[in-house]
């Protein structure tokens, strides 16, 4: 992690951020959807930009660890398109943070294709267990995402 990337604000219920990201035309099936597990794909890289933006580097003795991933599909995403990916900040634990995910295609107003949820955990690598999250971490992570309106 940087230090000198650090905010007097920190991270709060209610923030959001926001990542653009292409599909792929390989990552359809042969009816042009998205794969199911490619939402999951889309999550992950919306969340490692976050983490790396951020600051952190990897590995480390101590970093976020994903404790749940859910997807609930709501519409078929197709290529070509553009996903923008929200991640929506519901509750921050001693240890952990937990999102609302939605995707949504750049540009197309009806609302989300798919809405998900991760929970992330703080953990000490070395002691293999869960720490609380340092607060230069939330401030951080508060200087990437937007504040709650």
């Not at 480390?60 to 995403?77: E, Y």
């Not at 952990?96 to 939605?102: G, K, T, V």
Request: include cysteine; hydrophobic fraction near 45%; glycine fraction near 6%.
């Amino acid at each position: 992690m940087n230090p000198d990337n650090l905010s007097a604000r920190i991270l709060a219920v209610g923030d959001t951020h926001e990542t653009e990201l292409p599909l792929r035309w390989g990552d359809s099936d042969a009816l042009n959807h998205l794969n199911n597990t490619l939402y999951f794909r889309l999550m992950e890289e919306a969340r490692m930009q976050i983490l790396y933006e951020a600051g952190f580097e990897l590995p480390a003795d101590a970093g976020p660890i994903l404790a749940h991933a859910s997807c609930d599909f709501l519409r078929p995403l197709t290529y070509p398109a553009n996903v923008r990916v929200t991640h929506k900040v519901t509750r921050i634990g001693r240890s952990s943070a937990e999102f609302e995910l939605l995707l949504e295609k750049a540009g197309d107003a009806e609302g989300p294709y798919a809405r998900g949820r991760n929970v992330l955990v703080w953990m000490d690598y070395v002691a293999n267990a869960s720490a609380p999250w340092p607060p230069e971490v939330l401030a951080q992570l508060g200087a990437l995402f937007r504040p709650a309106a």
